[in-house]
């Protein structure tokens, strides 16, 4: 085993996660501490055009394994195809994003590789030799530190912007090791049918700059048309409070908070939403916070850079409008 930390590319139809290279700037950083290097995997079918974008993020090597019953995510061959490239990386740490397909892969890989495992971490150090994890528990009320001896593998999925990425380097260039895989019946009984998106169009708040965000106070799905028309006027993403996704309003998907999605965007723009810690656990790192609501003591008005105590149903086409005209 070598002190080099391996990163997890995680892409889609060829469009990488962004988390992905937030990933890669944290393993550089962690990996000149060990004396080791940040390297990449990319896992999937025709992924050679990816290998420049990844470069340019700070891999300093990069395995692929092209196949084409890696082009949609199966845990299977996935699991394998990655423990391949672990065999052949030889890393201390393997490092993925905290989403639906990491969670998956990264339990079923730590089992197969008998690797220590720490799930969905908001921070990781070096401290001495060893890797400390950081996780939240008890709704986000204290956090739980895991000390990681680097006598084995250790698999750890990192939650989406707790890292930032660093400023891509135009015409990077690194070494690039393809690696052969044969996936036996074993890794392919589960058969890929159709895949089906729920989100198409539709930006996921993780990778938007702009997001505007309801709470219960929209009363209703089809009340969140103003929050979206906002968001759209704006070119952002909507994002929604645990209550108004358990109250059927927004998907789940769209949750922003502690059981939700973690998020940084430039401009956070919260409509009735109250500010429960487990919501601002999610949204607090956001640049600059507006917070509409009609209670002055609503405790999201202690993180907001800007308050509005007003009705948003009021407010929100008010600003809708005025940003149309501003765009002409
Ligand atoms: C383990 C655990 C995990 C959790 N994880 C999350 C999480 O990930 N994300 C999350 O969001 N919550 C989470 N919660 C739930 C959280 O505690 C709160 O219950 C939830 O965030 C409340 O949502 P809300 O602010 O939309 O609703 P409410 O608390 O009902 O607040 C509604 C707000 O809207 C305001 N309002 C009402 N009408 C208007 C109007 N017309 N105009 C303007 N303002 C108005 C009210 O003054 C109030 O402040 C979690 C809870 C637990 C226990």
Do not use: W
Not at 319 to 326: A, I, K, P, Q, V
């Amino acid at each position: 085993m070598n002190s080099n930390i391996l990163v997890f590319i995680e892409q889609r139809e060829g469009k990488i996660l962004p988390a992905s290279f937030q990933l890669l700037a944290l393993a550089g950083e962690l990996a000149a501490k060990t004396g080791g290097q940040a390297e990449a995997c990319l896992l999937g079918q025709n992924v050679s055009g990816l290998t420049p974008a990844v470069a340019s993020y700070g891999a300093k090597k990069i395995y692929t394994v092209d196949n084409a019953e890696l082009r949609y995510y199966r845990t299977q061959p996935y699991t394998t195809a990655l423990a391949a490239v672990i065999g052949a990386a030889d890393p201390r740490a393997v490092l993925i994003p905290t989403t639906a397909l990491g969670r998956d892969l990264a339990g079923r890989l730590a089992a197969r590789r008998q690797a220590a495992l720490v799930i969905d971490c908001t921070e990781l150090v070096v401290e001495g030799k060893d890797l400390v994890a950081t996780t939240n528990v008890y709704a986000g009320k204290l956090g739980a530190k895991f000390k990681l001896s680097g006598d084995r593998l250790q698999v750890i999925t990192i939650r989406s912007n707790a890292y930032s990425a660093a400023e891509p380097q135009a015409g990077a260039s690194t070494p690039v090791q393809a690696v052969s895989v044969t996936l036996g019946p074993g890794d392919l009984r589960l058969k890929f049918k159709e895949l089906l998106s729920t989100t198409s169009g539709i930006k996921d708040v993780t990778e938007a700059d702009i997001i505007v965000a309801g709470g219960r106070a929209l009363k209703s799905e089809a009340n969140f048309k103003i929050i979206y028309e906002l968001a759209g006027v704006l070119d952002g993403a909507v994002g929604a409070s645990r209550a108004a996704c358990d109250a059927g309003y927004q998907p789940h998907t769209r949750q922003v908070g502690l059981t939700g999605k973690t998020v940084t965007p430039r401009l956070y723009i919260a409509c009735g939403i109250d500010g429960a810690i487990q919501h601002l656990a999610g949204m607090r790192g956001s640049k600059v916070i507006v917070a509409v609501n009609i209670k002055p003591d609503a405790p999201i008005f202690q993180v907001a850079t800007y308050g509005c105590l007003c009705d948003l149903f009021t407010l929100v086409p008010l600003l809708t409008n005025e940003f149309m005209r501003m765009k002409g």
